[in-house]
């Protein structure tokens, strides 16, 4: 029975993130925050949002979109001014622009390109002639030929 209580209280970890001293008054400024948080990467822990990371730089960058979002900016302009602070890399989703382009089509284009060699590795493989054949005579290469259909 104790180790089911410490297994889901280690599952419920993440939910309790967000501490109620950082939590707004206002609902529909709270909503918000958490989507933009939903957003963010955890420096610290990689491929977690900081709404689900318990590290104090997660925390700090909640604390920060709350205080632009009682500011009055939009969540445009939150995003955007996180991004100069930190890097792209603070997104999960990056931009498909610039230099990003070449990371999401390097993958599908090695890819072609492998498709397209394939081909033409079996395209000339199938066309090179059986070795040893090219010594033949005519009249051998006639025999081998009757030998092959039979």
Do not use: H, W
Not at 120 to 125: D, P, Q
Not at 136 to 142: F, G, H, I, P, R
């Amino acid at each position: 029975m104790r180790v089911l209580c410490l297994c889901l209280a280690l599952l419920a970890a993440p939910a309790f993130a967000v501490q109620p001293d950082e939590v707004l008054s206002d609902p529909r400024l709270e909503a918000r925050a958490r989507e933009l948080s939903k957003e963010l990467r955890c420096l610290v822990c990689r491929n977690e949002n900081i709404d689900d990371s318990n590290a104090e730089l997660a925390r700090d960058l909640r604390l920060l979109v709350r205080e632009r979002l009682v500011a009055g900016e939009s969540d445009d302009e939150v995003l955007d001014f996180i991004v100069s602070r930190y890097g792209e890399y603070v997104l999960l989703n990056p931009t498909k622009a610039g230099s990003n382009l070449i990371l999401f089509y390097a993958g599908p284009a090695m890819l072609l390109f492998a498709v397209f060699m394939g081909g033409l590795y079996l395209r000339g493989r199938a066309r090179a002639t059986p070795e040893g054949t090219q010594d033949l005579s005519v009249d051998e290469a006639k025999r081998l030929e009757q030998i092959m259909r039979d």
